[in-house]
């Protein structure tokens, strides 16, 4: 099996254990802490991200990125490493400072919760991910975290007993995220030594991490600026739902981004050994591979939401419904704009357009939220949401026509939007037939998935596209050889 296939197993492993474990505790939390409550835990948390956020600045793509075209020169890679690692310890210590700083100052609810979010914090400064994954060590990360995961469950059912055991909810959640990152330093020694390093040397990696931080902080107005501007502009409860509509849409995606996590290293190597036309082949299915999957999950979640929220999160979060229907159809967008990211713009250092796509992304959001939340709520953070997807993926499309088709990935698109379509609408005949909602979850899942690929395969066959037609004749091969036989 090859490398790439192995990684991606092992991330789409830990991506599916993601899937599961938030299936087990979500309905608990959901109704243990209510809508409000987890509001405020969601708001701090995005406040906290913030300085994480100027901690790390862009060294998860930057890092990743340098040690993959470095690590084969071992000295250099060393080097690498701490010097990158050096700047993000001095800029987490700084961090720290000034959050503290924030909350003395401007925090009067809720403070403990925002005291307890400074482990968080803590924690991004032994964060290395980015060192093993651009070593490709996947296996070593997930394994990690999935442990971890699975600890941290077990302590939320133990410890979370009521509405007031927020405090417990969230000590649970960031210790759980710090033993995360000290562990792997138990592992980078096997990997390299420790090297000393002059300042110059930390500190010419500032304006590269700040040109790649660039798109990181414009990314996170909507991913992370939403729930603290919903929280301004209208209530927690908003952001409650706001935020549990988004776990269920981040479910899917994840599977889809592991995809990027592991080919970004991997093309990142291919380009700086001059192996160009390896890399765009490798894109070119990575696109196909993740609209296929896109499609399958954006449409169906919206097709199951209906008896699915009700069961999964209980009446308070009846609300979320209408946030799936719009939100789940950001996946598509970011799926498409993940690909070219990872593995056009970022190995082949385009960092100007990447820039750019993302400020724009991030100008449509802030004026839309402006314009949207004070009257609709979490509504309006969704509309916006998605619309500044779409101007990310548009313009990022058209900086990397170059070395990208984008007329062969529309017409796979097409077809994985009537499969996805057709699965939608028999999916909700179902959902309005079967009024036992557990029955119809079931039934919507295996009919509406078997649906899906069948009418992808017809079509991708009638188009002659070569990874099918290479399976039918597998199939027939296999079928002449028992016939003769």
Avoid at 109 to 134: A, V
Avoid at 378 to 395: D, K
Avoid at 400 to 424: E, H, N, W
Avoid at 450 to 458: A, E, F, L, P, Q
Wanted: proline letters at 2%; glycine letters at 4%; a positive charge.
């Amino acid at each position: 099996m090859s490398n790439i296939k192995k990684n991606y197993i092992y991330n789409v492993l830990y991506q599916i254990l993601i899937i599961i474990l938030p299936l087990i505790t979500a309905p608990y939390i959901s109704r243990i802490i209510g809508a409000e409550k987890l509001g405020v835990y969601s708001y701090s948390y995005s406040i906290a991200q913030y300085f994480v956020l100027f901690t790390m600045l862009g060294v998860n793509n930057y890092g990743n990125r340098s040690i993959a075209q470095t690590r084969n020169d071992k000295q250099k890679m060393k080097n690498t490493f701490w010097e990158i690692y050096s700047l993000q310890i001095l800029l987490g210590i700084i961090m720290s400072i000034l959050y503290l700083g924030y909350i003395l100052l401007f925090i009067n609810n809720y403070k403990l919760i925002f005291f307890i979010q400074m482990i968080y914090l803590l924690s991004s400064l032994f964060d290395i991910n980015w060192f093993f994954f651009g070593i490709e060590q996947f296996k070593l990360t997930v394994v990690r975290n999935a442990i971890i995961k699975l600890l941290t469950v077990i302590s939320i059912f133990m410890f979370v007993k009521s509405s007031s055991d927020l405090w417990i909810y969230t000590i649970i959640i960031t210790t759980g995220t710090m033993i995360s990152q000290l562990i792997l330093f138990w592992y980078l020694f096997k990997f390299i030594d420790f090297e000393k390093i002059k300042l110059k040397n930390i500190l010419k990696h500032l304006k590269p991490n700040l040109i790649l931080f660039i798109p990181v902080i414009a990314t996170s107005i909507y991913t992370v600026m939403d729930k603290i501007m919903i929280g301004q502009l209208s209530n927690m409860t908003q952001v409650g739902l706001y935020e549990y509509a988004e776990k269920l849409k981040n479910i899917p995606l994840g599977l889809i981004t592991a995809l990027g996590t592991v080919m970004l290293p991997k093309i990142s190597n291919m380009v700086a050994n001059k192996k160009d036309k390896k890399a765009i082949l490798y894109t070119q299915n990575s696109m196909k591979f993740a609209l296929f999957i896109a499609f399958a999950l954006s449409f169906g979640l919206a097709s199951i939401s209906k008896e699915f929220v009700p069961i999964f999160y209980g009446d308070d979060f009846r609300g979320c419904v209408k946030l799936i229907y719009i939100l789940v159809f950001t996946i598509i967008f970011i799926s498409w704009a993940n690909v070219i990211r990872t593995q056009i713009l970022i190995p082949y250092n385009r960092d100007k357009p990447y820039i750019i796509s993302t400020i724009i992304g991030a100008i449509v959001n802030v004026v839309l939220n402006f314009l949207l939340i004070k009257k609709y709520g979490a509504q309006g953070a969704v509309i916006a949401t998605i619309v500044a997807e779409i101007f990310v993926a548009v313009y990022q499309t058209y900086a990397v026509k170059d070395k990208f088709q984008t007329k062969p990935m529309i017409r796979y698109a097409l077809i994985y939007l009537i499969a996805g379509s057709i699965m939608l609408l028999i999916n909700r005949l179902i959902g309005d037939v079967i009024n036992f909602k557990i029955l119809s979850i079931i039934l919507e899942v295996s009919i509406g998935g078997i649906i899906y690929i069948v009418i992808c395969g017809i079509l991708l066959w009638y188009i002659k596209d070569p990874i099918i037609s290479q399976l039918f004749s597998k199939i027939e091969f296999v079928t002449k050889r028992r016939n003769v036989k």
